[in-house]
């Protein structure tokens, strides 16, 4: 009979090492933060709500709808943990970065615009 070396580097969680086992299963958990999430993590903190976010933001395919979603998301407190939540939506390195998860073709000053039209209900 022929053994094989193996090499186990074992880090967190709750592992068993059967010596006589004749089959192994592993499950393997995605748990690194992506770019989109770093990117919005200064502005949303909780790790849930941020990757929530970044599927609001994704499914949106116009800036009227990504109005409406920022919109919903002030009113829901989202971006509540932020001192100044209403300043933030309209400057531009919140927009600058939600800008790469958009769905659709848009330049930063026409979102500014956009958000504060819809949004905050200022025309400037």
Known sequence: MEHSDCTFNISGGNVQVLPNATTAIQNIYEQADCEEDKVLAPYIHDKIER???VLRIKSCSDSVTLCK???ADLYNDVLGDCIKSR???KGKEFITAIK?????ECGVENLRIAIRK??????K
């Open 51 to 53: 990757r929530n976010y």
């Open 118 to 123: 819809y949004v905050l209900g200022e025309i």
């Open 87 to 89: 300043d933030l939506v």
């Open 69 to 71: 979603t920022v919109l």
């Open 100 to 104: 790469p998860l958009l769905a659709f």
